[in-house]
């Protein structure tokens, strides 16, 4: 199983950006897939997650009305639409995936739970 994330960067405030995150060796409908990010002296947060077993999302609070789950099943892709970005958003974010049959998609963004992980990718929003 490989899960490989793109489309990071530098933008400034205000701005987007969309990550993709490349599922190989699972099926999507088998898997929650979320988003993570982590910023050097903070805890790991669940910033989104969507449900492979009915395509159901969840957002942490500081992200809602900005970001957006989606997947692509054609391309075992999940993106993450980010719009408005703030400098509090830049962080390493890190695609991962659970087996459906472990927890709920909302407790997989809570609870970190997760069975394959990518390597990450860097965020930077600065002016």
């Known amino acids: 199983v490989q899960l490989v994330e793109s489309g990071g960067g530098l933008v400034q405030p205000g701005g987007s950006l969309r990550l993709s995150c490349e599922a190989s060796g699972l099926f999507l409908d088998d898997y929650h897939i979320g988003w993570f990010r982590q910023v050097p002296g903070k805890e790991r947060e669940g910033v989104s997650c969507?449900?492979?077993?009915?395509?159901?999302?969840y957002y942490a609070e500081s992200v809602k009305g900005r970001f957006t789950i989606s997947r692509d099943s054609a391309k075992n892709t999940v993106y993450l639409q980010m719009n408005n970005l703030k400098p509090e958003d830049t962080g390493e974010y890190y695609c991962?995936?659970?087996?459906?049959?472990?927890?709920?998609?909302?407790?997989?963004?809570?609870?970190?739970?997760?069975?394959?992980w990518g390597e990450g990718i860097l965020v930077t929003v600065s002016s």
């Open positions: 991962a995936a659970l087996d459906v049959k472990k927890m709920s998609a909302q407790a997989f963004c809570v609870l970190y739970g997760m069975d394959y």
């Open positions: 969507l449900s492979g077993r009915d395509g159901s999302t």
